[in-house]
């Protein structure tokens, strides 16, 4: 009896302490888990603020790529737009365009450097900020084609106006009437016609620009008050004032003088293809003047040549 109490005594004993070992072993079991848990924990924590870290900086990049982007874009529009204005409002297709036709134009000036020129001496150049080579070319070859059409009036001077003189001379009548706002620039064409011996067959006007009325609007022209022009004017030729001067510079030309030109006169307009131009040709074709409109008839380059038809 007592042998089997003392079994039944140390196996509760042995029960009792298996029981303890358990239960500390869950414990320290469940502190391991805590702990790792925490562990685990502080590491979401560093793997959020990494990322968060992260996004930020991909955020600070990628608006600085979006500034540089739109950086390089404007400075890409400024840069053309210089580009443009340096060009004379001519675009980058227009400048292809006249590239391409260069040797062309040089060849036929060369032609007709041979046929007109007879004084020693190089013609002045021609070409920006003077009128194209395909508008001279066009000017002479309507002389030419028509010699009747002897009063002849140039907007803006430079090298063009002693081709038109020669092409004048050579005909044996006629004369070149030219504004020109610039002093500087008057004074060294009409050097250049003294080199060439063809004062009498050009003169070059001192025309300062001022504001003139074009259809209830204020534009800016030629002073031509007090000036000797002809009462009637078979050839115009509009080269000036430059866009760089005046954005609606060449605008008031038919305009202005639409009464001193009948039906069968020429107008020729140099720098064909920029927006001002494009709109100042919508203006002259469509707009009635004097009984009068112009019918575009041929173009070249940048030069496009207009005639004065009747209306009705």
């Known amino acids: 009896m007592a042998a089997t109490l003392g079994s039944r005594t140390t196996f509760g004993v042995l029960i009792s302490g298996s029981l303890a070992l358990a239960v500390v072993s869950v414990a320290l079991t469940a502190r391991e888990l805590m702990r790792r848990v925490h562990a685990l924990g502080h590491k979401v924590e560093a793997l959020r603020a990494?990322?968060?870290k992260e996004t930020s900086r991909t955020r600070e990049l990628t608006s600085r790529a979006a500034d540089g982007a739109e950086?390089?874009?404007?400075?890409?529009?400024?840069?053309?737009?210089?580009?443009?204005?340096?060009?004379?409002?001519?675009?980058?297709?227009?400048?292809?365009?006249?590239?391409?036709?260069?040797?062309?134009?040089?060849?036929?000036?060369?032609?007709l450097h041979a046929e007109l020129v007879e004084t020693p001496g190089a013609v002045p150049a021609i070409g920006s900020p003077s009128v194209a080579p395909s508008t001279v070319l066009a000017a002479v070859d309507e002389l030419r084609?028509?010699?009747?059409?002897?009063?002849?009036?140039?907007c803006g001077?430079?090298?063009?106006?002693?081709?038109?003189?020669?092409?004048?001379?050579?005909?044996?009548?006629?004369?070149?009437?030219?504004?020109?706002?610039?002093?500087?620039?008057?004074?060294?064409?009409?050097?250049?016609?003294r080199q060439h011996s063809l004062e009498k067959y050009a003169t070059v006007?001192?025309?300062?620009?001022?504001?003139?009325?074009?259809?209830s609007e204020s534009a800016t022209w030629y002073d031509t008050s007090g000036l000797e022009l002809p009462a009637s004017i078979d050839l115009l030729v509009v080269g000036g004032p430059a866009p760089s001067v005046t954005a609606d510079?060449?605008?008031?030309?038919?305009?202005?003088?639409?009464?001193?030109?009948?039906?069968?006169?020429?107008?020729?307009?140099?720098?064909?293809?920029?927006?001002?131009?494009?709109?100042l040709a919508r203006n002259w074709q469509t707009v009635?003047?004097?009984?009068?409109?112009?019918?575009?008839?041929?173009?070249q380059g940048r030069t496009v040549v207009f005639e004065v038809v009747e209306v009705g």
């Open 288 to 299: 009635v003047r004097d009984g009068h409109l112009l019918r575009r008839v041929f173009s």
């Open 249 to 279: 510079g060449r605008l008031p030309a038919f305009p202005v003088l639409a009464d001193r030109l009948g039906v069968g006169a020429r107008i020729i307009l140099d720098d064909a293809g920029s927006l001002s131009s494009d709109s």
């Open 157 to 193: 001077s430079g090298g063009s106006t002693v081709w038109l003189a020669y092409a004048v001379a050579r005909g044996g009548e006629g004369h070149v009437h030219v504004l020109e706002h610039e002093p500087a620039f008057a004074a060294r064409t009409r050097e250049h016609l």
């Open 145 to 154: 084609r028509a010699p009747s059409k002897t009063s002849i009036v140039e």
């Open 205 to 215: 006007h001192d025309a300062p620009l001022r504001h003139v009325e074009v259809d």
């Open 50 to 52: 990494a990322h968060a």
């Open 71 to 111: 950086r390089t874009s404007r400075e890409g529009r400024a840069l053309r737009a210089e580009l443009t204005r340096a060009l004379g409002g001519l675009s980058l297709r227009d400048l292809r365009d006249t590239l391409e036709q260069m040797p062309y134009e040089a060849a036929e000036l060369n032609t």
